[in-house]
C-alpha cells in the first residue's frame, strides 16, 4: 500500500435493499494515480459500491470521505464537483440529443449567457479524438450511433468532466478489439497524470494488463485487497468463488438420454442478441444458459415466449410447432409455457396489488365459476400454494410490494405453477434473494423437474448453474459456444470457458 | 388449508372487502361535511325530496364516471366524453325519425351503439397505435363534434326525447325513487361485478399497474384497453340518452360539463390517475360529493366563476392530501 | 473547413426535417390559398391572415415547452382566455397604462404557468390531471373577470400591432418573430432549455448526468403560461374585446397540440421545436382558410379538420413499427 492518504475512501459502509443486505461493512479505499480493479461474480455488490460512491444512491450506514473529510453526496451532482466520475454500464446519454450536446450537458461552454453551440462542438471534437473517436460527427445523435460508439462517448464524457477518480463499469464489455486498446491507453495516460481509476471487469487478463491493486468482492463483503502480482489468478477466481458454497443442491438424477424432447428449438435468430441457435431440452431435463451476462440468454428466453418480434427459425413444442407470437400463444402450446421474468418488479408482478390477484392472475380461466370468479376456489388454490411454496404473508389480501424479494419471487413462481406448465423459463430467479429462499427454489426446481417439467434457466451465477442443471449451454455473443455436462461441468470449467472464448475472440 | 387460525388470518379485513380505504373514507367525510354546512345554511339540505333530486341529477354524472373509470382504472384517460355524450343524445333523438315504427325502441339502444363505436375506436387508437389515450381522444372529440356539427346542420333532424327517454331520465315509478337512480344502480352493480368477479375486471387492474407483467402473464392487453374505451364511450352515450329525456331535447354541447366533473369524481373516489387502483364505491362517493358541491354552490348562488375555481381546487387540493398519505405510508 | 460546414449543415438538415416539412407543407399550402383568393396577396390578405394564425402560434409555442418535458399543458388555452379577459379591463388608457397593462397581463400568464409547473414539480401530481383542474381554475377567473364579452383595448397599441408595418408587412408576424427571437432562441440555447430536452428524452439518464430536472420543468411550464398570455393579448387586440369563452379555449388547447405535433414534435419529449409548432399552426390554419376558398360547405369544416387533427397525432405511431421487443410497447 503507498503511504498515503487516499482520495476516496468508503468507511464500514453498508446497503440494503429491503431485506436484503447488497453491501456488508465494506472498507475500500482508491488513491490517486492509481488503477484499482473491482472484481467479483455477479451480485457481489461491486455495482452498488460504485452507485455508493458516485452518489447514486445512500449507504444505509457507513461515511464517504474525499480527502479525508466525510461527505454525503446527494445526486450524481455532487460527487462529480468532488471529482468522482462514473461510466456507467446502463448508459446514461440522452438518445434524443448530439453528441456535442451529451458531452457538454452540464458546463456548456458559452457566449454572452447562451451556450456557444461553436465552442461545444470544438470541444466535442476535442474530446472525441481523446478517445480516438474521429469518425463521430459531433452533431450525430446519440441514438444513431451503435452501441460500441455510445460506450466511447459515454467515456469522452466523464473525460470531459476531469475526474479526480474514474469509475469504469465494465465499460469494455461493449467495444471493439481496437477501442479496447484504445481505452487502455487511456487509463494509463490519466494514471500518469494523477487520476485515479476504479476499474470493475470481468475479465481476468483485462486486469492483469493494467491493475496496480484489486479488490475482491463475494456476496457483499471485501474479501482482500492486494496488489498486483501478490495472488495468481488462480487464486483470485478461488477468492471470488468462495467456498461455503456446497451442499445446498437437491442431487441430481441420472441422466436419462431416452426421455422425449419437450422443447425444441431450430435456427433461431434475432439481430445480434440471438444467432443461429438451435437446441433441445428433454422431459424433466433443467438445462442451463451460462457465459457472461448480456449475451442473448435473456433474449433468448424472451423469443422462446414469443415476446420478441421478428424472431426467425422454430420452435416446437412436443412435436407440434408452436408459433413465436406471444405470451397466450405460449401458453397454450401442447405442454404449456411458463416464463419467470427478469424483473420481477416490472415484469412478473403488480406490486400494489394483493398476492392472491397476482397468483391467480395467468390461471384464472381455472378459477371460473358460474357467475365469474369463484372465490372460494380461487382462495383454495391460492393457499395450496401459498402452503407448498411456504409464502410469507400477513394475509392474502396484502399487496405483494409488502413482501420480502424472495417472498415476492415465490409469488410469481406460484402464478405460473397454478397453470401447471410443462416448461418452464426461468430468467435468472435468483437474484437479490436470500439464500434461504435461493435454496427452496433449487429444491423446487428438481422436484418440478422429477414430476415431468423441463426447465430451461438463466443464471448469473456460476454456482448455481452447476448445483441446479442437467446441463448448461455456454452463450457468448448471441451464439451456444460450448455445452458442458456432467463432469465436465465445474465452477472453474464455466467460468475460464466463459473468459477464455472471450479471449480467443479479442486475439480473433 | 393447515388449520382454522391460518385460513382467518388470510382472509381480508372488513374494510378492505368493501373497498373503503383512506381516500374513500376522506371521501365520505367531505360528504357528511357538505350536507352538514348545508343543514347550517337551511334545514331543507336533509330532507330526503332534496337528497333524492340530488341523487337524480348525479345519475347522469354517475354513468359517465362509471365508464371514465374504467378508462382512468387502466391508467388512460378518455377526453372525448363531451361529444360522445352528444352524440349519443343526438342520434338517439334522431333514431325516432329513421327507425320509421321501430324508431321509438330502436333509439335507445342505437344511440349507446354509436358511443359504443367511438370508445372502441378510441381503444383501436391506443391498443394497437399506442397513441398517447389523452390525444387520440381529444382528437376523436373534435371528429364527433364534427360529426354532430354536420348532422345537426345538414338534415334538421327530430332531436325531441321520446317518452321512453323522459320516463327514465324524470320520472319515478317505485317508491318514489327517480328511474335515473335505478338506471345509475344497474351500471354500477354491472360495473362491480366485473371489477370484482371477472377474469376482465382483474386484468383491467392488471394492466393498470403493469401493462408489461399483465402481458407477460397472458393477458390479452389490447382486448382489455378496447373493451374498456368501448364501455366508456357506450356510458357516455347512454347519459346523453338520459340527459335528452330530462331536457326533452338532444342540443349541441349538452356534455362540455361533463368532463371535468366525471374525471374529477373518479380521481376524487381515490382512484389513482395513473391506474390501477381505485374501486366503485370510491367513485360513487367522488359523484355524490361533485354534485352535492355543485348544488351547494348553485344554492349559494355562487356564479359559473367561483364554481370553476372552487372545483378546480378542490380536485388539487384533494390529490394532493392523497398523495402525502401515499408518501408516508410508502 | 468547408467540408465541416458542409457536414455542420448535412446534420442541421437531418436534425430539422420535422420543422423543414411543416414549413414545406405550408408553403404549398399558403400558395394555394393566395393563388385561389379573389384578392390574391395583398397587404391585407396577408395582414388578416397573419393576424389570425399568429394566436395559435403562440399558443402552440406554449404547448411545445412541456411536451418537450415529457408533459402537457391542457391550461394553455385556458390562460389564453385568461390573458384576454384581463387585457380587455387593464390594457386601457394612454399607451404608457396600455404597456404597463401588457407587461402586468404576461406577468399573471407567467404566474399561471408557474403554479401549473409548482404542483407538477412539487407536487408531484400529473400534468394532464393537474392543468385539467388548473384550466378550470383559470377560466373561472376569466368568467369572473368577464361574465359577458366586451371590455375594450388601448387602440394605439392594438392598431399597431395588428397592422402592417411600413404598409406591407404584417405587424403580428414581427411581434412572433420578436417573442422568437427573445424567448424562444435564448431558451433553446439556455442550460435550463436544454435540460428540459434532456428531461423528455430519459428523465433517468438526465438526472444521472446532473442535469437540473426540477428547474428545467417548473421554467418549461412558466414560459409555457407567458407565452400562452402573450397569444391572448394579441387576441385582445385583434377583437378589441374580451371573452371568458370555454369552447374557444378548449379548441385552442386543442389545436396547439395537433400544431405540435405536425411541427415535428414528439409527444413522447426530448424531441422537436417550437418553430415546428408556429408552422405547425400556420398549417392548421390555412387549412381553414383554403377550406373557405374552395367553398367546402361551412358545416363539413369541424368535421374535416377533426379528421386532420386525428390524422396528424396519429402520425406518432410510426415508432411502434421500430420496436423488437413487445415489451417496450407498454413504455
Redesign the interface.
Same mark, same amino acid.
Given at each position: 500500500m503507498p503511504d498515503r492518504k487516499p482520495y476516496l475512501e468508503l468507511k464500514r459502509i453498508s446497503k440494503r435493499y429491503g431485506g436484503v443486505a447488497a453491501l456488508t461493512e465494506v472498507d475500500f479505499s482508491a488513491y490517486a494515480g492509481e488503477i484499482h480493479a473491482v472484481l467479483g461474480e455477479n451480485g457481489a455488490g461491486k455495482s452498488t459500491l460504485i452507485k455508493i460512491a458516485s452518489g447514486v444512491t445512500d449507504p444505509t450506514e457507513g461515511e464517504v470521505l474525499i480527502e479525508g473529510r466525510p461527505v454525503r453526496f446527494r445526486n450524481p451532482t455532487e460527487a462529480m464537483r468532488a471529482g468522482v466520475v462514473c461510466v456507467f454500464q446502463e448508459l446514461s446519454l440522452l438518445p434524443e440529443m448530439t453528441v456535442a450536446d451529451n458531452l457538454s450537458i452540464v458546463d456548456p461552454p458559452k457566449w454572452g449567457g447562451m451556450i456557444d453551440a461553436g465552442a461545444q462542438r470544438d470541444r466535442a471534437r476535442a474530446l472525441l479524438k481523446r478517445v480516438g473517436c474521429e469518425d463521430v460527427h459531433p452533431l450525430e445523435l446519440v441514438r444513431d450511433l451503435p452501441l460500441s460508439r455510445r460506450q466511447m462517448v459515454e467515456i469522452a464524457k466523464a473525460l470531459g468532466r476531469d475526474p479526480r477518480i474514474l469509475i469504469l463499469d465494465e465499460a469494455t464489455s461493449a467495444l471493439t478489439a481496437d477501442d479496447v486498446e484504445r481505452v487502455y491507453a487511456i487509463i494509463r495516460e490519466l494514471k500518469a497524470s494523477g487520476v485515479g481509476i476504479l476499474y470493475v471487469s470481468h475479465r481476468m487478463r483485462e486486469i492483469e494488463a493494467l491493475a496496480d491493486t484489486a479488490t475482491v468482492f463475494r456476496n457483499g463483503r471485501k474479501i482482500e485487497t492486494f496488489r498486483k502480482g501478490d495472488r495468481s489468478v488462480k487464486a483470485i477466481i478461488e477468492m471470488m468463488i468462495g467456498r461455503e458454497v456446497t451442499h445446498q443442491y437437491p442431487p441430481k438424477p441420472e441422466p436419462k438420454p431416452d426421455a422425449p424432447v419437450a422443447l425444441a428449438a431450430a435456427n433461431l435468430n434475432w439481430g445480434r442478441e440471438i444467432q443461429d441457435v438451435s437446441f433441445a431440452v428433454r422431459k424433466g431435463e433443467i438445462v442451463g444458459l451460462g457465459g457472461l451476462d448480456g449475451q442473448g440468454q435473456r433474449e433468448l428466453l424472451l423469443g422462446l415466449f414469443g415476446v420478441l418480434r421478428g424472431v426467425s427459425g422454430s420452435l416446437t413444442v412436443d412435436g407440434h410447432p408452436v408459433p413465436l407470437k406471444g405470451p397466450r400463444q405460449a401458453m397454450q402450446a401442447p405442454l404449456p409455457m411458463a416464463l419467470i421474468p427478469e424483473d420481477r418488479k416490472t415484469e412478473g408482478l403488480m406490486l400494489p396489488m394483493s398476492v392472491r390477484d397476482n397468483m391467480t392472475l395467468a390461471a384464472l380461466p381455472r378459477l371460473l365459476g358460474r357467475f365469474g370468479i369463484d372465490a372460494d376456489k380461487e382462495a383454495a388454490a391460492v393457499n395450496v400454494m401459498v402452503d407448498r411454496l411456504r409464502v410469507k404473508t400477513p394475509d392474502l389480501d396484502a399487496p405483494v410490494s409488502a413482501l420480502s424479494g424472495g417472498n415476492q419471487q415465490k409469488v410469481v413462481l406460484a402464478k405460473w405453477l397454478m397453470t401447471e406448465p410443462g416448461i418452464i423459463l426461468l430468467n435468472d430467479p435468483t437474484r437479490g434473494i436470500d439464500v434461504g429462499t435461493k435454496q427452496e427454489i433449487y429444491r423446487l426446481m428438481r422436484e418440478l423437474a422429477n414430476q415431468g417439467a423441463s426447465i430451461l434457466f438463466y443464471s448469473t451465477d456460476y454456482a448455481e448453474l452447476i448445483g441446479c442443471c442437467d446441463r448448461v449451454l455456454v452463450i457468448y455473443d448471441g451464439r451456444i459456444r460450448r455445452e458442458l455436462t456432467g463432469e465436465a461441468l465445474t465452477e472453474r470449467n464455466l467460468l475460464e470457458s466463459a473468459l477464455n472464448i472471450d479471449a480467443s475472440e479479442q486475439a480473433a | 388449508?393447515?388449520g382454522v387460525d391460518t +385460513?382467518a388470518? %388470510?382472509?381480508?379485513?372488513l374494510a378492505?372487502r368493501f373497498g373503503i380505504d383512506r381516500s374513500v373514507a376522506i371521501a365520505f367525510g367531505c360528504i357528511l361535511l357538505i350536507l352538514a354546512g348545508g343543514a347550517l345554511y337551511s334545514p331543507a339540505f336533509l330532507s330526503p325530496e332534496y337528497l333524492l333530486q340530488q341523487l337524480q341529477v348525479g345519475a347522469f354524472l354517475g354513468i359517465i364516471a362509471s365508464g371514465a373509470m374504467m378508462v382512468i382504472l387502466l391508467g388512460h384517460?378518455d377526453l372525448s366524453i363531451p361529444w360522445v355524450v352528444t352524440l349519443g343524445a343526438m342520434m338517439a333523438t334522431a333514431m325516432v325519425g329513421w327507425g320509421g315504427a321501430a324508431g321509438v325502441w330502436l333509439c335507445i339502444p342505437f344511440g349507446v351503439f354509436c358511443g359504443a363505436v367511438v370508445g372502441t375506436l378510441n381503444g383501436l387508437?391506443v391498443a394497437y397505435?399506442? #397513441?398517447?389515450s389523452?390525444?387520440?381522444t381529444?382528437?376523436?372529440?373534435? @371528429? =364527433? !363534434?364534427?360529426?354532430m @356539427? #354536420?348532422h345537426t346542420? +345538414?338534415f334538421a333532424p327530430l332531436d325531441q326525447a321520446t317518452k321512453a327517454m323522459h320516463f327514465i331520465a324524470v320520472q319515478r315509478s317505485l317508491f318514489g325513487i327517480p328511474n335515473a337512480l335505478f338506471v345509475w344502480a344497474i351500471v354500477g352493480l354491472f360495473v362491480i361485478?366485473v371489477l370484482?368477479?371477472? =377474469?376482465f375486471g382483474?386484468?383491467v387492474?392488471?394492466v393498470g399497474?403493469?401493462?408489461? $407483467? =399483465?402481458?407477460?402473464?397472458? @393477458?390479452?392487453?389490447n382486448r382489455v384497453l378496447i373493451g374498456c374505451f368501448a364501455f366508456s364511450g357506450a356510458m357516455a352515450a347512454f347519459a346523453g340518452v338520459l340527459l335528452a329525456g330530462y331536457s326533452n331535447k338532444a342540443y349541441q354541447?349538452m356534455g362540455?360539463s361533463y368532463l371535468?366533473p366525471a374525471? $374529477?369524481a373518479v380521481?376524487l373516489g381515490g382512484t389513482n390517475?395513473?391506474g +390501477? %387502483?381505485g374501486n366503485y364505491l370510491g367513485t360513487i362517493a367522488g359523484v355524490i360529493l361533485i354534485t352535492l358541491l355543485q348544488s351547494i354552490l348553485s344554492v349559494m348562488q355562487m356564479?359559473? =366563476?367561483?364554481? !370553476? @375555481?372552487?372545483? +378546480?381546487?378542490v380536485?388539487?387540493v384533494m390529490?394532493?392530501i392523497y398523495?402525502r398519505g401515499a408518501k408516508a405510508r410508502s | 473547413m468547408s467540408h465541416g460546414a458542409m457536414s455542420n449543415a448535412r446534420y442541421w438538415l437531418a436534425h430539422n426535417a420535422g420543422v423543414l416539412t411543416a414549413v414545406a407543407l405550408f408553403a404549398v399550402m399558403f400558395t394555394l390559398y393566395v393563388s385561389n383568393h379573389s384578392a390574391g396577396l395583398t397587404p391585407a390578405v396577408a395582414t388578416t391572415a397573419a393576424n389570425k394564425a399568429v394566436l395559435l402560434a403562440l399558443v402552440a409555442m406554449a404547448q411545445t415547452l412541456p411536451v418537450l418535458t415529457r408533459g402537457l399543458d391542457l391550461s394553455v388555452g385556458m390562460v389564453f382566455v385568461l390573458a384576454n379577459c384581463i387585457a380587455s379591463t387593464i390594457v386601457v388608457g394612454s399607451v404608457g397604462t396600455g404597456l404597463l397593462g401588457v407587461a402586468a397581463v404576461l406577468g399573471i400568464g407567467a404566474l399561471a404557468g408557474f403554479i401549473n409547473g409548482a404542483i407538477v414539480v412539487w407536487g408531484r401530481l400529473q400534468p394532464i390531471i393537474t392543468t385539467l383542474a388548473t384550466g378550470a381554475v383559470y377560466y373561472g377567473i376569466s368568467l369572473f373577470i368577464r361574465p359577458s364579452p366586451g371590455g375594450d383595448v388601448q387602440s394605439d397599441i392594438a392598431d399597431l400591432l395588428t397592422g402592417q408595418l411600413f404598409g406591407v408587412v404584417p405587424a403580428a408576424l414581427v411581434v412572433l418573430f420578436f417573442i422568437v427571437l427573445v424567448v424562444w432562441i435564448p431558451y433553446r440555447r439556455s442550460i435550463l432549455g436544454r435540460a428540459a430536452y434532456a428531461v423528455g428524452s430519459n428523465e433517468q439518464a438526465a438526472y444521472m448526468s446532473g442535469v437540473p430536472v426540477q428547474r428545467a420543468k417548473l421554467l418549461a411550464y412558466t414560459l409555457a403560461g407567458l407565452l400562452a398570455s402573450a397569444g391572448g393579448l394579441m387576441l385582445t387586440f385583434n377583437t378589441y374585446s374580451g371573452e371568458a369563452s370555454a369552447p374557444i379555449a378548449g379548441a385552442y388547447t386543442l389545436n396547439s397540440i395537433a400544431a405540435v405535433v405536425i411541427g415535428g414534435t414528439s409527444l413522447f419529449g426530448g424531441w422537436g421545436s417550437a418553430i415546428g409548432s408556429i408552422f405547425g399552426a400556420f398549417v392548421l390554419r390555412t387549412i381553414e382558410d383554403l377550406l373557405f376558398v374552395f367553398d367546402l360547405p361551412p358545416l363539413w369544416q369541424p368535421l374535416f379538420q377533426g379528421v386532420v387533427l386525428l390524422f396528424a397525432v396519429s402520425l406518432g405511431a410510426f415508432r411502434i413499427l421500430r420496436v423488437r421487443n413487445r415489451l417496450e410497447l407498454f413504455t
Amino acid at each position: 500500500m503507498p503511504d498515503r492518504k487516499p482520495y476516496l475512501e468508503l468507511k464500514r459502509i453498508s446497503k440494503r435493499y429491503g431485506g436484503v443486505a447488497a453491501l456488508t461493512e465494506v472498507d475500500f479505499s482508491a488513491y490517486a494515480g492509481e488503477i484499482h480493479a473491482v472484481l467479483g461474480e455477479n451480485g457481489a455488490g461491486k455495482s452498488t459500491l460504485i452507485k455508493i460512491a458516485s452518489g447514486v444512491t445512500d449507504p444505509t450506514e457507513g461515511e464517504v470521505l474525499i480527502e479525508g473529510r466525510p461527505v454525503r453526496f446527494r445526486n450524481p451532482t455532487e460527487a462529480m464537483r468532488a471529482g468522482v466520475v462514473c461510466v456507467f454500464q446502463e448508459l446514461s446519454l440522452l438518445p434524443e440529443m448530439t453528441v456535442a450536446d451529451n458531452l457538454s450537458i452540464v458546463d456548456p461552454p458559452k457566449w454572452g449567457g447562451m451556450i456557444d453551440a461553436g465552442a461545444q462542438r470544438d470541444r466535442a471534437r476535442a474530446l472525441l479524438k481523446r478517445v480516438g473517436c474521429e469518425d463521430v460527427h459531433p452533431l450525430e445523435l446519440v441514438r444513431d450511433l451503435p452501441l460500441s460508439r455510445r460506450q466511447m462517448v459515454e467515456i469522452a464524457k466523464a473525460l470531459g468532466r476531469d475526474p479526480r477518480i474514474l469509475i469504469l463499469d465494465e465499460a469494455t464489455s461493449a467495444l471493439t478489439a481496437d477501442d479496447v486498446e484504445r481505452v487502455y491507453a487511456i487509463i494509463r495516460e490519466l494514471k500518469a497524470s494523477g487520476v485515479g481509476i476504479l476499474y470493475v471487469s470481468h475479465r481476468m487478463r483485462e486486469i492483469e494488463a493494467l491493475a496496480d491493486t484489486a479488490t475482491v468482492f463475494r456476496n457483499g463483503r471485501k474479501i482482500e485487497t492486494f496488489r498486483k502480482g501478490d495472488r495468481s489468478v488462480k487464486a483470485i477466481i478461488e477468492m471470488m468463488i468462495g467456498r461455503e458454497v456446497t451442499h445446498q443442491y437437491p442431487p441430481k438424477p441420472e441422466p436419462k438420454p431416452d426421455a422425449p424432447v419437450a422443447l425444441a428449438a431450430a435456427n433461431l435468430n434475432w439481430g445480434r442478441e440471438i444467432q443461429d441457435v438451435s437446441f433441445a431440452v428433454r422431459k424433466g431435463e433443467i438445462v442451463g444458459l451460462g457465459g457472461l451476462d448480456g449475451q442473448g440468454q435473456r433474449e433468448l428466453l424472451l423469443g422462446l415466449f414469443g415476446v420478441l418480434r421478428g424472431v426467425s427459425g422454430s420452435l416446437t413444442v412436443d412435436g407440434h410447432p408452436v408459433p413465436l407470437k406471444g405470451p397466450r400463444q405460449a401458453m397454450q402450446a401442447p405442454l404449456p409455457m411458463a416464463l419467470i421474468p427478469e424483473d420481477r418488479k416490472t415484469e412478473g408482478l403488480m406490486l400494489p396489488m394483493s398476492v392472491r390477484d397476482n397468483m391467480t392472475l395467468a390461471a384464472l380461466p381455472r378459477l371460473l365459476g358460474r357467475f365469474g370468479i369463484d372465490a372460494d376456489k380461487e382462495a383454495a388454490a391460492v393457499n395450496v400454494m401459498v402452503d407448498r411454496l411456504r409464502v410469507k404473508t400477513p394475509d392474502l389480501d396484502a399487496p405483494v410490494s409488502a413482501l420480502s424479494g424472495g417472498n415476492q419471487q415465490k409469488v410469481v413462481l406460484a402464478k405460473w405453477l397454478m397453470t401447471e406448465p410443462g416448461i418452464i423459463l426461468l430468467n435468472d430467479p435468483t437474484r437479490g434473494i436470500d439464500v434461504g429462499t435461493k435454496q427452496e427454489i433449487y429444491r423446487l426446481m428438481r422436484e418440478l423437474a422429477n414430476q415431468g417439467a423441463s426447465i430451461l434457466f438463466y443464471s448469473t451465477d456460476y454456482a448455481e448453474l452447476i448445483g441446479c442443471c442437467d446441463r448448461v449451454l455456454v452463450i457468448y455473443d448471441g451464439r451456444i459456444r460450448r455445452e458442458l455436462t456432467g463432469e465436465a461441468l465445474t465452477e472453474r470449467n464455466l467460468l475460464e470457458s466463459a473468459l477464455n472464448i472471450d479471449a480467443s475472440e479479442q486475439a480473433a | 388449508m393447515t388449520g382454522v387460525d391460518t +385460513g382467518a388470518a %388470510r382472509g381480508p379485513s372488513l374494510a378492505g372487502r368493501f373497498g373503503i380505504d383512506r381516500s374513500v373514507a376522506i371521501a365520505f367525510g367531505c360528504i357528511l361535511l357538505i350536507l352538514a354546512g348545508g343543514a347550517l345554511y337551511s334545514p331543507a339540505f336533509l330532507s330526503p325530496e332534496y337528497l333524492l333530486q340530488q341523487l337524480q341529477v348525479g345519475a347522469f354524472l354517475g354513468i359517465i364516471a362509471s365508464g371514465a373509470m374504467m378508462v382512468i382504472l387502466l391508467g388512460h384517460i378518455d377526453l372525448s366524453i363531451p361529444w360522445v355524450v352528444t352524440l349519443g343524445a343526438m342520434m338517439a333523438t334522431a333514431m325516432v325519425g329513421w327507425g320509421g315504427a321501430a324508431g321509438v325502441w330502436l333509439c335507445i339502444p342505437f344511440g349507446v351503439f354509436c358511443g359504443a363505436v367511438v370508445g372502441t375506436l378510441n381503444g383501436l387508437g391506443v391498443a394497437y397505435l399506442r #397513441l398517447p389515450s389523452m390525444i387520440f381522444t381529444l382528437g376523436m372529440n373534435a @371528429v =364527433a !363534434q364534427g360529426l354532430m @356539427v #354536420l348532422h345537426t346542420g +345538414g338534415f334538421a333532424p327530430l332531436d325531441q326525447a321520446t317518452k321512453a327517454m323522459h320516463f327514465i331520465a324524470v320520472q319515478r315509478s317505485l317508491f318514489g325513487i327517480p328511474n335515473a337512480l335505478f338506471v345509475w344502480a344497474i351500471v354500477g352493480l354491472f360495473v362491480i361485478y366485473v371489477l370484482r368477479r371477472t =377474469a376482465f375486471g382483474r386484468a383491467v387492474y392488471a394492466v393498470g399497474n403493469r401493462e408489461s $407483467a =399483465a402481458y407477460l402473464s397472458g @393477458v390479452n392487453t389490447n382486448r382489455v384497453l378496447i373493451g374498456c374505451f368501448a364501455f366508456s364511450g357506450a356510458m357516455a352515450a347512454f347519459a346523453g340518452v338520459l340527459l335528452a329525456g330530462y331536457s326533452n331535447k338532444a342540443y349541441q354541447n349538452m356534455g362540455d360539463s361533463y368532463l371535468l366533473p366525471a374525471i $374529477a369524481a373518479v380521481v376524487l373516489g381515490g382512484t389513482n390517475i395513473l391506474g +390501477g %387502483r381505485g374501486n366503485y364505491l370510491g367513485t360513487i362517493a367522488g359523484v355524490i360529493l361533485i354534485t352535492l358541491l355543485q348544488s351547494i354552490l348553485s344554492v349559494m348562488q355562487m356564479p359559473e =366563476a367561483g364554481r !370553476q @375555481v372552487i372545483y +378546480g381546487c378542490v380536485i388539487i387540493v384533494m390529490l394532493l392530501i392523497y398523495g402525502r398519505g401515499a408518501k408516508a405510508r410508502s | 473547413m468547408s467540408h465541416g460546414a458542409m457536414s455542420n449543415a448535412r446534420y442541421w438538415l437531418a436534425h430539422n426535417a420535422g420543422v423543414l416539412t411543416a414549413v414545406a407543407l405550408f408553403a404549398v399550402m399558403f400558395t394555394l390559398y393566395v393563388s385561389n383568393h379573389s384578392a390574391g396577396l395583398t397587404p391585407a390578405v396577408a395582414t388578416t391572415a397573419a393576424n389570425k394564425a399568429v394566436l395559435l402560434a403562440l399558443v402552440a409555442m406554449a404547448q411545445t415547452l412541456p411536451v418537450l418535458t415529457r408533459g402537457l399543458d391542457l391550461s394553455v388555452g385556458m390562460v389564453f382566455v385568461l390573458a384576454n379577459c384581463i387585457a380587455s379591463t387593464i390594457v386601457v388608457g394612454s399607451v404608457g397604462t396600455g404597456l404597463l397593462g401588457v407587461a402586468a397581463v404576461l406577468g399573471i400568464g407567467a404566474l399561471a404557468g408557474f403554479i401549473n409547473g409548482a404542483i407538477v414539480v412539487w407536487g408531484r401530481l400529473q400534468p394532464i390531471i393537474t392543468t385539467l383542474a388548473t384550466g378550470a381554475v383559470y377560466y373561472g377567473i376569466s368568467l369572473f373577470i368577464r361574465p359577458s364579452p366586451g371590455g375594450d383595448v388601448q387602440s394605439d397599441i392594438a392598431d399597431l400591432l395588428t397592422g402592417q408595418l411600413f404598409g406591407v408587412v404584417p405587424a403580428a408576424l414581427v411581434v412572433l418573430f420578436f417573442i422568437v427571437l427573445v424567448v424562444w432562441i435564448p431558451y433553446r440555447r439556455s442550460i435550463l432549455g436544454r435540460a428540459a430536452y434532456a428531461v423528455g428524452s430519459n428523465e433517468q439518464a438526465a438526472y444521472m448526468s446532473g442535469v437540473p430536472v426540477q428547474r428545467a420543468k417548473l421554467l418549461a411550464y412558466t414560459l409555457a403560461g407567458l407565452l400562452a398570455s402573450a397569444g391572448g393579448l394579441m387576441l385582445t387586440f385583434n377583437t378589441y374585446s374580451g371573452e371568458a369563452s370555454a369552447p374557444i379555449a378548449g379548441a385552442y388547447t386543442l389545436n396547439s397540440i395537433a400544431a405540435v405535433v405536425i411541427g415535428g414534435t414528439s409527444l413522447f419529449g426530448g424531441w422537436g421545436s417550437a418553430i415546428g409548432s408556429i408552422f405547425g399552426a400556420f398549417v392548421l390554419r390555412t387549412i381553414e382558410d383554403l377550406l373557405f376558398v374552395f367553398d367546402l360547405p361551412p358545416l363539413w369544416q369541424p368535421l374535416f379538420q377533426g379528421v386532420v387533427l386525428l390524422f396528424a397525432v396519429s402520425l406518432g405511431a410510426f415508432r411502434i413499427l421500430r420496436v423488437r421487443n413487445r415489451l417496450e410497447l407498454f413504455t
